[in-house]
């Protein structure tokens, strides 16, 4: 390759008592991809999402962004990162603006004028008037949407997605995509665990299945059709 | 992004929690009535001093112009034997006596602790000293088992209380809730975060208690015209600190404990058991066992038996009093001695006995007291008792000290009397004005302060070492799962 | 059904650390204080005894003196140890534990045992009393918070519902299985409660324990009751636990004495010095305030030289200075009983002011029950403090009687009383109210459990169906 990948694992390990969750997990995601990580439940999907955001320390191994490693610089790398898991928890109290705020503020240590955070929410696809309602009343999706925003806010051109789409309806899911589409044309490195073959063909570049920790294929996604994906996908699972 | 703005947002985040409102508005409302419950309780002491200081002063003058006008040779009005005040037998067992009155110290609103069992004036009088602190005030026994509702109160017990259940889920709630994971794919330290989450709801309590501290000086009419009432304000403003800092530093070690927030408050709240009650019963037992209240029933009974045999032996006891007193014998030139010496010299006897008896059960007390004072290190509740109690002073120490000034005054009562009773001199305008008076002398705050420090100082590192224990775990516990 | 939902909750308790850690803490907490107590109350009592004895000896023993010496001389009444009082203090420690009864005076009761203990003790002292007032409902609270909240975060309830349990059988399972783990903890303590008082009090303590032992059992019963409703009517198990707990700072910590402090605060009683400077006023002009000592002693005087048709009192056909005496005793009395009464009527107010914040918290009620039953309460103390006051007019009758029938015309200060006089009087006895009585004074406190039991029952029975969600 000729430049260093922005999300990049490095032979990443890790055991919890006699179970592998991660076995020397290699993979590259340079801007502009978005990389789909498909498994069964406990296949270790979660486990290497989160090396990146240092909520697991691997065992061996190490996860880097920007070719930074996370283990050394945990709270440096967190600077360029998104993180939008299933369900974004807000809190409840605060408007999206104030939870915008809130994370934003976090994020980049300066605060933002208010006019900006609301023009991200609604580049996120919010209205206005959501905007200021409290996200204690909001859907699965107008979470995520705030999610996006959040990365927005920050800039953030490496996203980690876990599950983001699971659990939303077909009109929300297309919408999340959508915006997933945005952020990829901006340059963002993404990695996305999912189960929905159907979006990672569609939305994906490459696509790489895994299981017990391992990875067990890896192929880009215009060369392979719907069906034949399945029907790899499903073949590895019988292994 | 500084701790400040972190604290802003939390506080955003709080101010819209119903259980903050609902904790504000009660401990403020409780507060308040135990501060005015500590004024009026102050109020009706101060009513009673002032009644019997106007009527000393009433007294006195009548009998001060009575004694001038026999002193010029007055004889148109018969005054009984027991009224007369020229005799210094008589106004020494009381007639017209001064009281010897232990105000109430000028933070006393903001607590009423002992004062309630403990009598704050007495009348001056040669008699036996036993006989004294018996004006205890009139109040049902039914009330003063609940115990009283006051400022100290509220801070010791339901302060942490406040601490506790606005932090305990400060950290378990925003993982239980899944906001951590979010907040913690941010670039900042999480134990800055936490720490500051922490720290908004803690100060929230803090400043509740100072300002209802502040709120309850001026209501209750404390003069702030001492620069020493400043001082002590200031302290009990500090012991608010470092007991709050303790109950911080406890909640922030169960916080980075990484426990659910329902066993966060479980484990918080065996901590204020623990606290409060438990390590309190022990010391309380441990004294109680140890150094029992001397009885004042086998005091009594003692004393009787010994004015018994004393009245029995009369003349033996006159004798020996007469040996001691020489002054005496010039005087009395045969006839059947003075009834007011021989009664002295029967009081005199009966207190020789008697003394060791005193002498012990005082000793008693002082090492109750002092066991109970060195039990208190057992718990920072009872550090901060103490020292509330003592910056308002409603506890044993001033109590003591006032004991100790009365048992001097006392003696000096004595002396003048005595003096005069076994010299025969009858008393004169002069000696009238002479008459020794009792002013309690109230001790500095800078010797206060000698005696609150080593337990603010043992809190304050208890504190510090509780945060800095759950500083290195809020670090594990940012741990999103 | 219930026997097995009681099963499993009782097994799940009894297998769970936490109950095992905080019944140990309760159980030591219980057994300490009751052995402390009981030693502390052991000694006391054989000081009182030893004591009232000695003094009743003074008595007797005084050698031939004038009988109003005598009565100046007079006795202390020292007030006995109730068999429970080792269980509940109640008002003992603020009342006082002696009076001294004398000629002329009826005084107030001295040596409250709260003035010589130190503030830290009246903190941090915990009777048996004070453990089951609040230590046991806290420990109630902790085990059941979570008996439906938990089920229902855990997922376990909407098992329980799908098989048809019926919401109510479910929380009378659970309130005996519960309620068998705190008898774990509980039948112990009182098994060594009862072998204490047996020592030392045998048949009586023994009822006036078992009433104790069933009001308790209402007062946890209560907590029991309502910490499954809360538990039941939760979002989760962290909501229940902090109403719960806020419910029971309330009743322990709170409310009792906002209670007190009302209380006075509705019948207020004078401070010491004014009630003085008032029974001072009345003892010098009467009641009524226009009778001074010298018009009624010439008063007294021309109506029995009239009625003897005598000029002068050495002709009376009785000692005239022992009879004045008496009179003036009597007129002293009058003056008490005026006095006392309203003062302890004011005091009756404050309690039944105080009893009505039983409303708003249990444990008011639960507290007078529990000292009425041990024995401590005020009413018990006042019956003594009668009784000793009666004896003290008994004892001055006696001997200005004496003065009056015996003495020489004139003579009334001369003439000298012996022990036949002494012994006339008989020993001072009390005999404390029986049980029966005593809870029948106790009617509207019975009534306040009685009710809280009943709402709540009541409240648990109109709940029909449960959320499992």
Known sequence: MAYSPLLEARGLTKRYGDTVALDALDLGVNSGEVYCLLGANGAGKSTAINCFLDFVRPDTGSALIGGSVVADDPIGTKQRLAYIPETVMLYGNLSAVENLEYFATLATGTRPARPDLLKHLITAGLTEVQADQRVGGFSKGMRQKVGIAIALAKGADVLLLDEPTSGLDPKASNEFHGLLGMLRAHGAAVLMATHDLFRAKESGTRVGIMKRGRKVAELRTDEIGHADLEQLYLQHMHD | ?481 | ?469
């Open chain 2, 1 to 481: 992004m500084s701790f400040l703005t972190m604290l802003r947002f939390e506080w955003r985040v709080l101010r819209r929690e119903r259980l903050l409102w609902v904790a504000v508005v009660f401990f403020g409302a409780l507060g308040l009535y135990a501060a005015s419950s500590g004024a009026r309780f102050t109020a009706q002491q101060r009513l009673t001093i002032a009644e019997l200081e106007q009527a000393h002063a009433q007294r006195r003058d009548s009998l001060g112009q009575l004694l001038g006008r026999l002193h010029a040779g007055d004889t148109s009005r018969r005054v009984s034997a027991f009224a007369d005040p020229r005799s210094p037998a008589v106004v020494g067992r009381g007639l017209g006596a001064p009281y010897t009155i232990l105000p109430p110290a000028a933070l006393a609103p903001l607590a009423i602790g002992q004062r309630d069992v403990q009598p704050f004036w007495a009348q001056a009088s040669t008699r036996t000293k036993q006989t004294f602190f018996v004006n205890d005030e009139i109040e049902n026994p039914a009330v003063l088992v609940s115990g009283r509702l006051d400022l100290a109160f509220v801070i010791l017990v339901v302060y942490p209380l406040i601490i506790l259940a606005l932090t305990f889920d400060a950290v378990a709630g925003e993982r239980e809730r899944g906001t951590l994971a979010i907040v913690l794919a941010q670039p900042v330290d999480p134990r800055r975060v936490l720490g500051a989450k922490l720290a908004a709801r803690a100060l929230l309590a803090l400043a509740l208690a100072l300002g209802l501290t502040f709120v309850a000086v001026l209501l209750t009419g404390v003069s702030l015209g001492d620069p020493d009432t400043w001082l002590r304000l200031a302290l009990w403003c500090a012991v608010i600190v470092v007991y709050g800092a303790f109950w911080f530093g406890i909640s922030m070690a169960v916080n980075a404990a990484r426990m659910s927030a329902a066993a966060s408050a479980v484990s918080l709240l065996a901590a204020w058991l623990g606290v409060v009650v438990v390590l309190p019963a022990v010391a309380a037992a441990v004294v109680t066992v140890t150094h029992p209240s001397p009885s004042r029933i086998a005091l009594t009974t003692r004393l009787r038996e010994a004015t018994d045999a004393a009245s029995a032996k009369r003349e033996d006891a006159m004798a020996s009093f007469l040996l001691d007193h020489p002054a005496y014998i010039a005087d009395a030139s045969g006839g059947a001695p003075d009834p007011n010496v021989v009664s002295m010299a029967l009081q005199d006897a009966a207190e020789r006995v008697m003394a060791p008896e005193y002498a012990a059960f005082d000793a008693a007390l002082d090492a109750q007291r002092d066991a109970a004072a060195s039990f208190r290190f057992l718990s920072p509740a009872l550090v901060t008792q103490a020292a509330l109690l003592d910056l308002a002073g409603a506890g044993e120490a001033r109590f003591r000290a006032y004991e100790r000034q009365f048992d001097t005054y006392h003696a000096e009562w004595r002396d003048f009397f005595f003096s005069r009773t076994l010299s025969r001199r009858s008393l004169s305008p002069t000696d009238w004005d002479a008459i020794p008076m009792f002013r309690f002398a109230e001790e500095s705050a800078s010797a206060l302060w000698r005696r609150l420090a080593p337990g603010l100082g043992m809190t304050l590192l208890l504190a510090m070492a509780l945060a800095a224990l759950g500083r290195r775990g809020l670090t594990a516990a940012a741990q999103a799962r």
């Open chain 3, 1 to 469: 059904m219930i026997a097995t939902i009681a099963a499993k909750e009782f097994r799940e308790l009894v297998r769970d650390g936490r109950f095992r850690w905080a019944a140990v803490v309760v159980g030591s907490l219980l057994i300490v204080a009751a052995l402390a107590g009981w030693t502390a109350w052991r000694t006391q009592a054989q000081t009182r005894d030893a004591a009232q004895s000695t003094m009743q000896a003074m008595w007797f023993n005084q050698p031939a003196k004038n009988p109003h010496s005598a009565a100046h001389y007079g006795l202390w009444a020292f007030k006995p140890q109730m068999p429970l009082g080792f269980i509940d203090r109640g008002v003992d420690p603020y009342t006082g534990t002696a009076s001294w009864l004398e000629a002329h005076r009826q005084n107030e009761f001295r040596f409250r045992p709260a003035m010589d203990a130190t503030a830290a003790q009246r903190f941090g002292e915990w009777t048996t009393a004070g453990v089951l007032q609040l230590l046991v409902p806290l420990l109630i609270i902790l085990l059941a918070h979570g008996a439906f909240a938990g089920e229902r975060e855990r997922g376990t309830l909407r098992q329980l519902a799908s098989l048809g349990v019926p919401a109510r059988t479910l929380l009378i399972g659970k309130a005996v299985g519960i309620g068998g783990a705190m008898g774990l903890l509980l039948v112990p303590v009182a098994a060594v409660g009862a072998a204490l008082v047996m020592r030392d009090s045998g048949a009586d303590g023994l009822f006036r324990l078992f009433a104790l032992g069933g009001v308790y059992f209402a007062y946890f019963t209560l907590f029991l009751v309502l910490t499954l409703f809360v538990s039941a009517r939760a979002a989760s198990a962290r909501g229940a636990l902090i109403v719960l707990l806020s419910l029971w700072a309330w009743n322990g910590l709170v409310a009792p004495r906002l209670a007190a402090d009302m209380a006075r605060g509705v019948a207020p009683t004078p401070t010491a010095r004014a009630f003085s400077a008032d029974v001072q006023r009345s003892l010098a002009n009467g009641v009524d305030g226009h009778s001074p000592a010298s018009t009624r002693n010439r008063l007294l005087q021309d109506s029995l030289l009239a009625a003897h048709g005598v000029s002068h009192v050495d002709s009376l056909p009785f000692n005239y200075s022992g009879y004045s005496m008496q009179r003036g005793e009597e007129h002293a009395n009058g003056v008490f009983d005026h006095h006392f009464g309203e003062l302890w009527a004011q005091y009756a107010a404050q309690d039944r002011a105080q009893l009505a914040g039983a409303v708003v918290a249990p444990l008011v009620a639960v507290r007078q029950l529990s000292m009425a039953i041990a024995g401590t309460d005020f009413a018990q103390h006042r019956a003594f403090a009668d009784a000793a006051e009666s004896y003290r007019r008994l004892l001055n009758k006696a001997m200005n009687d004496a003065i009056a029938d015996h003495a020489a015309p004139g003579q009334g200060f001369s003439y000298l009383g012996d022990s036949t006089l002494w012994a006339g009087v008989g020993p001072f006895e009390y005999e404390a109210p029986g049980l029966g009585r005593v809870l029948v004074a106790q009617a509207p406190s019975l009534l306040f459990v009685t009710a809280w039991l009943f709402a709540l029952v009541v409240t648990v029975r109109r709940e029909r169906r449960l959320s499992v969600l």
